[in-house]
């Protein structure tokens, strides 16, 4: 969890029932300094930044193209959120914190400092990166199917008011 996101700033994250953070705008302004500096183009809905928080933990900010502000597209973030928050994996992006200031929509992640994996599986030539083995494209699927079949049923056990301290392994 993110020991310290005010750069300076009294404003003070919130911490909602789902255990992530609500973070302010301005905030967040602060701890990527300038909207220039770009992690990547962003995939999907928006742009993403690189950030660092005061305790330099470095972070990615996906912020939502206000051009494609609509249900659709909210849906999908309270969708990105909800199932983020529900489904951890070792493999998979940790959702830190948003922010809903308004029309503005910002998803606040760890920062992934090899890329995201399209980067090497698909563009390896573009980025200068070595080709994945076969082998590792084997486990990186193998668990690509895992992440599906745990969140598809996290999900149906949530529909069905399954929690996680019902479940007995």
């Not at 193209?65 to 940790?94: M, R, Y």
């Not at 948003?98 to 399209?118: C, H």
């Not at 030539?125 to 076969?134: A, I, R, V």
């Not at 079949?149 to 008011?161: A, I, Q």
């Amino acid at each position: 969890m993110l020991a310290s996101v005010g750069s300076g700033s009294s404003e003070s994250p919130v911490i909602n029932k789902s255990g992530n953070m609500i973070i302010s705008v301005q905030v967040l302004k602060n701890v990527t300094k300038t909207s220039q500096k770009k992690a990547r183009s962003g995939m999907g809905f928006g742009v993403v930044y690189k950030g660092q928080l005061d305790d330099s933990t470095k972070i990615a900010v996906k912020r939502m193209e206000s051009g494609v502000i609509c249900n659709k597209a909210l849906d999908e973030f309270e969708s990105k959120i909800s199932i983020l928050t529900k489904v951890g994996h070792k493999h998979l992006v940790l959702l830190l914190g948003y922010s809903t200031q308004g029309l503005k929509r910002i998803l606040v992640y760890e920062y992934m400092p090899q890329g995201e994996l399209s980067r090497h599986l698909f563009h390896w030539k573009n980025f200068k990166l070595e080709p994945l083995s076969w082998k590792r494209r084997l486990i990186v699927s193998a668990c690509i199917c895992r992440l599906r079949l745990v969140s598809s049923l996290c999900l149906r056990m949530l529909d069905l008011g399954i929690l996680y301290g019902d479940i007995e392994l």
